[in-house]
């Protein structure tokens, strides 16, 4: 047989057209969505002063395995997509291993990660709705740049609010927002109530992917068509991201290749959402046995060190209770902490899933990952973003099992995006002050003390 390529690109033509829709192949659904003060599940009319109109279709929508992708959307994907599998043969050859390693890689646009996947689509549904502005949050950066990106696209104003942290430690990633036409505010700020109760309280705080999203909800519903989009944790959002997993397979029936390990970082769940969607499908219906693994930070341990629980997805307590598993709205990672993935929860289907046993979870010590980005990046070219990191460690770690024991395993992971703009994260790796942390359990215990009694 034909030696697979170092890099398989689908054609345009080979490229899916249609997103998955994981829930429509699940044996047992997720618990509902609550509306926060009737304790009622979530129908359309709740979200919409929240939510665009067609999110709010996908995200309730629990039985069309796949929804069309709009032709303009597909028009947008195609100015960076098809994106690449590629054969680490050089990573295996310096791990000596038997194992085939591939990696879907994300970061081939200017926002450096997958989130344009879902940037692209919530715009256009956006503008197809009339609204001319939308407000979101940012931790690291990614999911502000892509939808900067497809805003300014589409022609909608943009507001982002940033984890004050992260504007301080990447002050190009806001550079880059506004270069795109977007505003950006640091997290916790002076301009919504909940930013300023939250400054009250604590005024030194740096912030957190919770209250930025307070922020960007309390002025969404205050402004006239303007709403909130979210870059990660819910359901329509794994559903776009799905595109990562679609292209995946595809590639793997045109080349014949069998994953037996599928491995992916997981924040909010979104991309590994995506990447593992039309192959757990598979797996529900006996037809595959691949072994799934989420890789998550020590500092943010939420499938590991979390509680399945009905959450707040922000600290201000203003959205939908969400069933997941969630270290509690008011839970912080250290300050120290630069790896990304600093969410306090996971994606409802995908905490689901790893409750029923479908897949399981790791955690890594920042120091460990990024060690494993800089073999990667010797190796095969890619400066990786801290959080695709946590993938890559995880790799290394089952290419090595692979070694020890002989075994020649297929092992795919996503490479969510590059490090470009991680510069100080890095640094403080390179220069050797990067601190490793991981909460008590007396700090687990905090955040879970503010987990609503349901
Ligand atoms: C946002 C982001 C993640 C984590 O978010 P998920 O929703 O869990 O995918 C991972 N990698 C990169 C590069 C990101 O920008």
Redesign the pocket.
């Known amino acids: 047989m034909n030696k697979v390529p170092y890099k398989i690109y689908l054609t345009e033509k080979e490229m899916p057209t249609v997103w998955h829709n994981l829930r429509a192949k699940m044996k047992e659904q997720p618990d509902k969505m609550l509306h926060p003060a009737k304790l009622t599940p979530c129908e359309k009319e709740d979200l919409l002063p929240i939510f665009c109109s067609n999110s709010i279709d996908d995200e309730l929508n629990e039985t069309d395995e796949y929804i069309n992708i709009p032709e303009e959307v597909l028009g947008f994907y195609r100015m960076y997509r098809p994106s690449p599998l590629v054969r680490a043969y050089w990573l295996e050859k310096e791990l000596d291993t038997p194992a085939e390693i591939y990696y879907k890689f994300?970061?081939n646009n200017t926002?450096?990660?997958?989130?344009l996947n879902s940037a692209a689509a919530q715009a256009y549904y956006a503008k197809q709705e009339g609204l001319t502005s939308l407000t979101t949050e940012t931790?690291?950066?990614?999911?502000g740049s892509?939808l900067s990106m497809a805003c300014a696209f589409y022609g909608i104003d943009l507001n982002v609010y940033m984890v004050k942290v992260s504007s301080q430690q990447k002050p190009y990633r806001k550079t880059l927002m506004e270069t795109y036409g977007a505003k950006v505010i640091a997290s916790p700020s002076d301009t919504t109530v909940c930013g300023r109760k939250i400054l009250a309280e604590n005024p030194d705080t740096g912030g957190s992917l919770g209250c930025a999203i307070s922020e960007a909800i309390e002025v969404a519903v205050n402004t006239p068509k303007c709403k909130y989009v979210l870059?990660?944790?819910l359901n329509h959002?794994?559903l776009h991201?799905s595109i990562i997993g679609m292209e995946v397979k595809k590639a793997c029936e045109i080349y014949g290749i069998q994953p037996d390990i599928i491995i992916?970082?997981?924040?909010?769940?979104?991309?590994?959402?995506?990447l593992m969607s039309p192959f757990m499908a598979d797996k529900i219906e006996g037809k595959n046995k691949i072994e799934f693994i989420a890789v998550e930070p020590a500092s943010c341990p939420s499938l590991t060190r979390g509680k399945y629980a009905y959450d707040f997805g922000d600290t201000g307590k203003t959205t939908p209770l969400i069933k997941m598993y969630t270290l509690g709205s008011g839970f912080m990672p250290a300050p120290g902490h630069a790896g990304?993935?600093r969410?306090h929860g996971?994606?409802p289907v995908l905490s689901k899933l790893y409750h029923d046993g479908y897949f399981t979870a790791r955690s890594y010590f920042q120091n460990e990952v990024f060690e494993a980005a800089v073999k990667f990046a010797k190796c095969e070219g890619i400066l990786?973003?801290?959080?695709?990191s946590?993938a890559i460690k995880a790799a290394l770690d089952e290419a090595e099992k692979c070694r020890v024991e002989g075994k020649k395993k297929v092992i795919v992971f996503?490479l969510?995006?590059?490090?470009y703009f991680d510069m100080s994260a890095y640094e403080s790796y390179v220069n050797g002050s990067m601190t490793d942390k991981a909460p008590t359990d007396e700090e687990l215990e905090a955040g879970f003390a503010s987990l609503p009694k349901i």
């Open positions: 994300e970061g926002s450096g990660s997958h989130k931790g690291a950066g990614q999911w892509a870059g990660s944790v959002v794994i991201q992916g970082c997981a924040g909010g769940g979104s991309n590994l959402g995506g990304g993935l969410y996971m994606n990786p973003a801290p959080e695709s946590h996503g969510t995006g590059t490090g």
